[in-house]
Nanobody
């Protein structure tokens, strides 16, 4: 079994910052890519940022220069530092982890989601 636990969401004023965390635990052999997605009610979930096992990152255009994704492989944790937040960043944020389990099963796992609300 694999569990992802997110933390760090909340309410912040425009221009403020938040840091999201997502810790993976359980029968994990190896973690490959990790990422963050977000979803607004009534809209499709969209990719925000990804980071490979080697540390290469990619960002959705609207967050480039404001958000930073990072990972701590020793802790099986991915982070999303969000600066200069805008009201349009308001969404539920989900982490996603691609990994191999000890049973040699490859899968994609999702966190439970954390609400980020940016007030104007």
């Amino acid at each position: 079994q694999v569990q992802l636990v997110e933390s760090g969401g909340g309410l912040v004023q425009a221009g403020g910052s938040l840091r999201l965390s997502c810790a993976a635990s359980g029968s994990i052999l190896r973690i490959n890519a990790m990422g963050w997605y977000r979803q607004v009610l009534g809209k499709q979930r969209e990719l925000v940022a990804t980071i490979t096992s080697g540390g290469s990152t990619d960002y959705e255009d609207s967050v480039k220069g404001r958000f930073t994704i990072s990972r701590d492989n020793a802790k099986n944790t991915v982070y999303l530092q969000m600066n200069s937040l805008k009201p349009e960043d308001t969404a539920v944020y989900y982490c996603n982890v691609a990994l191999w389990t000890i049973a040699l099963i490859r899968g994609d796992y999702w966190g439970q989601g954390t609400q980020v609300t940016v007030s104007s």
